[in-house]
């Protein structure tokens, strides 16, 4: 299982090129496999997935779940007003009662420290489902996608990335760097992704060939990229910065113009909710669908690949 046995997934920091590279192996064998439709039980008994969510979710949780019944097992979906994760209950009594009952926890929070604190605590693995710094479990659906568009991952393959650098992006930067993905990412001043990972991504990139690069400009940022990336302007969290961040980001929005920068067969991709009018053109959304689409359909994928490889057999 290249070392992704009973292994929490935090963090990319943690995540070795091995890893990754395996778990888009059996992602791409799941994916041509109807186990769906097949009674084949992946485990000796039906494993039992905790998925705690502080925050919204339409993708993770229906991936999630989905792979678990794709599995035969379970997911439980605890909301934020079921756990009161840190008010009704402290973080670590909710890891050491969860891990008496189920095999794995996947978590969206908002501080990121939450999921670290959980793993800490549980005896069993902690699936980060985003936090404020990082969004892992994306990032592996997106290399998926990427090499199913563009081809092997690495060769020159270069990834644009316009807008916040968010929690999606920190992702991206370790998994490119790791994967051998050229990155350029163009954020606004104020609005670059953590120096640490930045300075991460580029001494990963050292050992693989890949090219990080953070910029000002968009469309220096998208020239001659195979795929462009962009994500919403707000994230979960900071919906009341919206309106002044959509001024702001406004020269950073993935529209025909911008996306010219790019060749000719770029694809676009985005990790979803998009608004439509903000980072991204309703046209632009439209004519890339295709791409956009398989994106969030390799979150079941690339999660059940990734389910199986911690608990499997
Ligand atoms: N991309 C993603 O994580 O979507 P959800 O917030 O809907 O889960
Ligand atoms: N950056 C976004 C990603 C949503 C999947 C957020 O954190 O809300």
Same mark, same amino acid.
């Given at each position: 299982?290249?070392?992704?046995?009973?292994?929490?997934? !935090?963090?990319?920091?943690? !995540?070795?090129?091995?890893?990754?590279?395996?778990?888009?192996?059996?992602? +791409?064998?799941?994916?041509?496999?109807?186990?769906?439709?097949?009674?084949?039980?992946?485990?000796?008994?039906?494993?039992?997935?905790?998925?705690?969510?502080?925050?919204?979710? =339409?993708?993770?949780?229906?991936?999630?779940?989905?792979?678990?019944?794709?599995?035969?097992?379970?997911? &439980?979906? =605890?909301?934020?007003?079921?756990?009161?994760?840190?008010?009704?209950?402290?973080?670590?009594?909710?890891?050491?009662?969860?891990?008496?009952?189920?095999? &794995?926890?996947?978590?969206?929070?908002?501080?990121?420290? /939450?999921?670290?604190?959980?793993?800490?605590?549980?005896?069993?693995?902690?699936?980060?489902?985003?936090?404020?710094?990082?969004?892992? &479990?994306?990032?592996?659906?997106?290399?998926?996608?990427?090499?199913?568009?563009?081809? #092997?991952?690495?060769?020159? =393959?270069?990834?644009?990335? !316009?807008?916040?650098?968010?929690?999606?992006?920190?992702?991206?930067?370790?998994?490119?760097?790791?994967?051998? +993905?050229?990155?350029?990412?163009?954020? #606004?001043?104020?609005?670059?992704?953590?120096?640490?990972?930045?300075?991460?991504?580029?001494?990963?990139?050292?050992?693989?060939?890949?090219?990080?690069?953070?910029?000002?400009?968009?469309?220096?940022?998208?020239?001659?990229?195979?795929?462009?990336?962009?994500?919403?302007?707000?994230?979960?969290?900071?919906?009341?910065?919206?309106?002044?961040?959509?001024? =702001?980001?406004? #020269?950073?929005?993935?529209?025909? /113009?911008?996306?010219?920068?790019?060749?000719?067969?770029?694809?676009?991709?985005?990790?979803? #909710?998009?608004?439509?009018?903000?980072?991204?053109?309703?046209?632009?959304?439209?004519?890339?669908?295709?791409?956009?689409?398989?994106?969030?359909?390799?979150?079941?994928?690339?999660?059940?690949?990734?389910?199986?490889?911690?608990?499997?057999?």
């Amino acid at each position: 299982s290249a070392g992704w046995r009973k292994r929490s997934v !935090v963090t990319l920091w943690d !995540v070795t090129t091995e890893q990754i590279r395996a778990l888009l192996e059996v992602a +791409v064998f799941l994916k041509k496999s109807d186990l769906a439709r097949k009674p084949t039980l992946y485990w000796n008994y039906p494993r039992t997935l905790a998925m705690l969510f502080e925050k919204p979710s =339409l993708r993770t949780r229906v991936s999630f779940e989905v792979s678990m019944a794709h599995l035969r097992g379970h997911a &439980i979906y =605890l909301g934020p007003n079921d756990v009161g994760l840190g008010t009704r209950e402290a973080v670590p009594d909710v890891a050491a009662s969860l891990s008496r009952w189920v095999d &794995i926890i996947a978590a969206r929070v908002y501080q990121h420290s /939450t999921v670290e604190q959980l793993a800490e605590h549980a005896t069993i693995p902690v699936i980060n489902a985003l936090s404020d710094r990082e969004h892992p &479990i994306q990032a592996f659906a997106d290399l998926l996608t990427l090499q199913e568009f563009c081809g #092997p991952l690495g060769n020159g =393959l270069k990834l644009a990335y !316009v807008g916040d650098g968010n929690n999606v992006l920190h992702a991206l930067l370790l998994a490119c760097a790791k994967m051998g +993905v050229n990155l350029s990412a163009a954020c #606004p001043n104020g609005y670059f992704p953590d120096e640490a990972y930045v300075q991460e991504a580029r001494r990963l990139a050292a050992i693989s060939g890949a090219q990080i690069e953070v910029l000002s400009q968009p469309e220096e940022a998208v020239r001659c990229a195979d795929a462009v990336y962009t994500d919403v302007w707000a994230s979960m969290g900071q919906e009341a910065e919206r309106e002044q961040r959509a001024k =702001l980001f406004a #020269p950073y929005q993935l529209n025909a /113009t911008l996306l010219a920068n790019a060749k000719p067969n770029a694809i676009v991709m985005h990790c979803l #909710p998009a608004h439509r009018g903000e980072e991204i053109t309703d046209e632009v959304m439209e004519r890339h669908k295709a791409s956009i689409l398989e994106q969030a359909e390799n979150r079941l994928h690339t999660q059940k690949a990734l389910l199986l490889l911690i608990i499997g057999l």
